[in-house]
């Protein structure tokens, strides 16, 4: 008893800590996006503040989203994965196949909500991750047969293609890599994600051959002299301003990277602005708190690998999440990785992406200050579970 | 074994994020603190080059560069292409097709009008300050202006829309308009070209040759204009003409520089040369007087005869006679008593047959057979200017011999170049390419050619009063490519004069190419050309006519 008392405790400290680290992270960000987005805005006829307006916001939606997701009970939001799933793949066909669709950069991937714009896809990989946790977690007996793997893996080849369509390919990309991690963590036998991987690989590799910008991009990448000024414009710009930085930066709001030299400076390549202005030790400091963030992320999750599969998936998926848009926003921004189009949570601007990375981080919270199940078979029926019940 | 493959594969993937979380640190670290080697140089193109300026030889300025607007859109700060090509099809004079075309096909970035005009420029401008076309970017660009528009347009040449020279000086000296920029520096200078025109003349030029086009409607005409003295190029006319600011809608016609790139059969103007040239071997009895009875018949080494024809029977002809007269047949005789192999060394010691090394793109170098390949008919027939292929520029620059003691100049059009590291002038020498004739027979020629704007002279129309004018027309024959024979009714008129005939200042050469306007004699179609041009010289101050002149108008008064 003394154990599990002491676990609640330090899981509510853990959970403390999350929320410091959550609301650190917005706070820097949206500073971030101000200081980097004013003369953009400008730039674009808008005013100083328009970016950072409408991330503020969002972060208040998210942050409310956040308390009521943390609010209702795991039971709920159970029976509301296949409400979201439906509604989610509701939203993404009639973001493509409707009017409803607004078209940006000849790609419909936005649906307008009164004043305010939507990216169904952000919510497409949010909703997957819970249905696959919670059709896992229901079948954790049978999972290893070929049945699962199959309507899992249709599940996920499904929303792919709904991403697809909207000509997103690198969400595509990273949301197949975080739902088969979930598969393989989920316990799905690894031949079996073997057979649907080659299945959808030949094709994918033929798609990406088919259409010649596609080819440029990954061919810019790999050779990157090709076309200095062109493809990898961006990105050498990007490294250019990062390396402006040296150990301690020019000085919160001193870049001049922003000042129209960065493209996309209020989004993707917000990064590269901060690194000019914090240095390698902003840089780290912003990667430890990502890392800590994911690790108490991690270790919340695995808590409950053997009590509760539904929290450990979920928790896992979440963190895996947030911590491979970091990874991959980083990557981009520092040129190891091909140009995508992948925020960086908290810091880039782009509402629906903050919404739901406040929404996850509420659901995450939840999960890491949950109190552990103890269902261990051998002692099914100890006391301690009525001691853990009576609190 | 289930749970413990499902802790490896958590174990498995947590590791890959925190392995990631290293690399991303480590990645950061070397991009920040670079070793030598991985250090990021900005690109030297970074740096801004303003091109030179291109000046006249009075600093009348010919081409410079300005900065101009260009249009663009960022296709993520709008919210619908239609829309902004609604509004950007009001804005310029785009229409809405091809402004989606633009907007098409891109992700980003998408260039719509490479140069606004200024009243678009204006709207576009205000319509972004007042926020009303998000995502539409004006960006400053530079390019090249020519204010005088079609005058000395082929000397000049255009740049294309990078500031690259296509043609003309701007191709020739385009290291020295534009050098490499200069990493120092934010704006690298290129360096400035006073070309040899002068634009008063090229002006004055231009104009009479639009008269001679209005009157004999000929199909393309050139008017060179060399300083006698220095082998410069005064103005340099070439028709049909384009404006230099809108070379990319001009024919390909109009951008032939036809005073370098066309070679031509240039007729009896040639004569002044094999006449030199006979006169220099000294082999022809040219101080016994030939006989014209309209005619002249040769027996050829195959023992064949041949004729050439003259316009009319010119009766007893002497050197001065032949070029005032423009006799065939005599000039014809001379060449037949005249040593092949010499013949043809002096023509091509006055330029033909060579290029004259003008700095200008594409010179032809003209046409003209080795002795050992001439034919029984060749020595008579290029003897007044046919079965040779020359350019004008060779014509007019071959001229120079007799204003300059018998010695070849070369043709000039630089003129100055100003350096800007150095900010100093460096001026162009006259340069002598070979000694031609000797002093003496360049005398006598260039005083015989006087006889031609004497009464009765075929070059009576290019003398203007109060100045000694040595000229000698042309009407050349043309060969019809399609028929391989002289075509009928396709003759080039030509004239060349050399003024004032005691004192040479100036070459003037003027050619048109199939003239259909009832006239077609050089005499009536390029003659008066050439007076009306000694006129505005004279009017400029920029030549002298002798006393009589001067009596006349004080007379007048």
Known sequence: MDRILQNQESNRKEAILGILLILLLLGVGLTTLYSASYDKALRLGLESNYFFRRQVLFAILGIASAIVIYLVPFSFIRAMVPVLLLSSFTLMLLTSLTPLGETRLGATRWIRFGSLSFQPSELVKVSVILYLSNYLSQRTRIIREFKVATIAIGVIFFSALLIILQRDYSTTMVFLFLSFSILLIGGVKITHLLYYLLLAGVPGVLFLITEEYRLKRVIGFIFKDIDPSGINYQVNLSMDAIASGGFFGKGFGQGIYKLGKLPEVQSDFIFSSFAEEFGLFGVICIILVFFILAYLGYRGAARHRESDHFLYLTGFGITHILIWQVLLNLGVVSGIVPPTGIPLPFFSAGGTNLLMNLGMCGLLIKIISQKEKVIEKNEEKTPQKRVIDFE | ?557
């Open chain 2, 1 to 557: 074994m289930d749970s413990s493959g499902k802790k490896l594969f958590y174990y498995l993937i947590v590791s890959l994020a925190v392995l990631a979380v290293l690399i991303m640190i480590i990645r950061y670290t070397m991009i920040m603190f670079p070793t030598k080697s991985q250090e990021y140089h900005e690109p030297l193109v970074s740096s801004r080059v303003q091109r030179g300026t291109i000046f006249d030889r009075n600093g009348t300025i010919l081409a410079y560069e300005t900065p101009y607007y260009s249009c663009a859109v960022l296709l993520r700060e709008i919210d619908s292409i239609e829309k902004t090509a609604d509004d950007l099809a009001l804005l310029t004079d785009m229409s809405k097709e091809e402004i989606l075309h633009k907007l098409e096909d891109r992700s980003t970035y998408a260039l719509i009008k490479k140069r606004l005009s200024d009243s678009e420029y204006q709207m576009l401008n205000d319509a972004i300050s007042n926020r009303t076309l998000p995502g539409v970017t004006l960006e400053k660009r530079y390019g090249r202006i020519y204010p005088q528009q079609y005058h000395g347009a082929h000397v000049i040449g255009f740049t294309n829309i990078d500031n690259v020279g296509l043609s003309g000086i701007e191709y020739t000296f385009d290291r020295l308009l534009s050098p490499l920029p200069d990493p120092a520096l934010d704006t690298t200078y290129g360096d400035d070209i006073y070309v040899t025109l002068d634009h008063r003349i090229q002006y004055a030029a231009d104009q009479r040759c639009l008269e001679m086009i209005e009157e004999h409607k000929p199909d393309s005409a050139i008017i060179l204009i060399m300083d006698a003295k220095t082998g410069e190029l005064l103005s340099y006319t070439s028709y049909p003409w384009f404006d230099l600011n809108n070379y990319n809608t001009a024919e390909v016609e109009e951008k032939i520089n036809r005073p370098i790139n066309s070679m031509y059969e240039p007729g009896s103007v040639f004569k002044i040369y094999s006449l030199a040239a006979i006169l220099a071997i000294g082999e022809a009895r040219t101080d016994e007087l030939f006989l014209c009875d309209g005619s002249y018949t040769f027996t050829m080494d195959n023992g064949k005869s041949a004729t050439i024809n003259c316009l009319s029977t010119h009766g007893e002809v002497g050197p001065r006679e032949m070029l005032k007269l423009s006799c065939n047949g005599a000039v014809a005789s001379w060449a037949l008593q005249t040593n092949d192999t010499q013949f043809y060394q002096y023509l091509h010691s006055f330029g033909f047959n060579e290029k004259t090394g003008i700095q200008m793109p594409g010179e032809s170098g003209g046409m003209l057979q080795a002795s050992e390949n001439w034919s029984g008919r060749s020595k008579p027939t290029i003897a007044f200017g046919q079965e040779i292929g020359t350019t004008a520029l060779q014509i007019t620059t071959a001229a120079t011999v007799f204003s300059n003691q018998g010695n070849l100049l070369k043709p000039k059009i630089v003129h100055a170049i100003y350096h800007q590291d150095s900010e100093t002038f460096s001026y162009s020498e006259p340069e002598i390419v070979r000694n031609v004739l000797s002093e003496n027979i360049a005398y006598d020629v260039l005083q015989m050619m006087k006889s031609g704007t004497e009464p009765g002279g075929t070059a009576i129309f290019a003398k203007r009063e109060g100045i000694e004018v040595s000229a000698k027309t042309g009407t050349a024959q043309i060969l019809d490519i399609e028929t391989n024979s002289y075509s009928a009714d396709h003759v080039l008129a030509s004239t060349i004069a050399i003024l004032p005939a005691d004192d040479p200042e100036y070459i003037i050469y003027v050619s048109a190419d199939n003239p259909k306007g009832g006239f077609y004699y050089g005499s009536r179609v390029a003659a008066p050309t050439i007076e009306k041009i000694s006129s505005d010289l004279v009017s400029m101050g920029l030549l002298k006519t002798d006393m009589s002149e001067i009596i006349y108008i004080s007379n007048d008064q």
